[in-house]
T-cell receptor
Framework: GAVVSQHPSWVICKSGTSVKIECRSLDFQATTMFWYRQFPKQSLMLMAT?????????EQGVEKDKFLINHASLTLSTLTVTSAHPEDSSFYIC????????????????FGAGSRLTVL | AQSVSQHNHHVILSEAASLELGCNYS??????LFWYVQYPGQHLQLLLKYFSGDPLVKGIKGFEAEFIKSKFSFNLRKPSVQWSDTAEYFC????????????FGAGTRLAVHP
């Protein structure tokens, strides 16, 4: 089945530094990838949608200059948290959608295992 | 505001008890509906989905869900839970179907005691 890999699974960084999280679709081409943020005991909140080769679409309230998303290939999307601060500490989850028609199940998302970011 | 509501935040059951987790959404028209499960320390996995057709959907691990359009509901059920079902369960909706955004409910944390 479809597999999405995220790296790193856990990262600790100092305030003011930037952190890059990778999301890879291992056995399928992901035309669209989604980045979610999950706070403790809360649901997943969609941050942005990225389509291969184009600029990401950010949800309202998400700073695009702080959360840089790049989707340079059909198997890789990256999220860079720039100048991270303690309030950016969270669990970041990516998901990927393959090609094909929705009726075929292509709009069923495959999720990565998540990346826990702790900013000191 | 339009949303996905999961009524129970925490559910505690004994093994062999029956389970029903509520999910309601407030979007009109076509919807695609999903239940995802997140076992401790693991990533989200799809339990089942509804696009169209039979409103009673069977998923993996003995789970099923029923789409009741008139009630805007998509409740998850399992007749007899096991300790291994301990996890967090998320209801999710694609309003309008197709390639629209997937919107999650707040999740229900299920603890099953042996």
């Amino acid at each position: 089945g479809a597999v999405v890999s995220q790296h790193p699974s856990w990262v600790i960084c100092k305030s003011g530094t930037s952190v890059k999280i990778e999301c890879r679709s291992l056995d399928f081409q992901a035309t669209t990838m989604f980045w979610y943020r999950q706070f403790p005991k809360q649901s997943l909140m969609l941050m942005a949608t990225s389509n291969e080769g184009s600029k990401a679409t950010y949800e309202q309230g998400v700073e695009k200059d702080k959360f840089l998303i790049n989707h340079a290939s059909l198997t890789l999307s990256t999220l860079t948290v720039t100048s991270a601060h303690p309030e950016d500490s969270s669990f970041y989850i990516c998901s990927a959608r393959g090609s094909g028609l929705p009726a075929s199940g292509a709009n069923v998302l495959t999720f990565g295992a998540g990346s826990r970011l702790t900013v000191l | 505001a339009q949303s996905v509501s999961q009524h129970n935040h925490h559910v505690i059951l004994s093994e062999a008890a029956s389970l029903e987790l509520g999910c309601n959404y407030s979007y009109g028209g076509t919807v695609n509906l999903f239940w995802y499960v997140q076992y401790p320390g693991q990533h989200l996995q799809l339990l089942l989905k509804y696009f169209s057709g039979d409103p009673l959907v069977k998923g993996i691990k003995g789970f099923e869900a029923e789409f009741i359009k008139s009630k805007f509901s998509f409740n998850l059920r399992k007749p007899s839970v096991q300790w291994s079902d301990t996890a967090e369960y998320f209801c999710a909706v694609i309003p309008g179907g197709g390639y629209n955004k997937l919107i999650f409910g707040a999740g229900t944390r299920l603890a099953v005691h042996p």
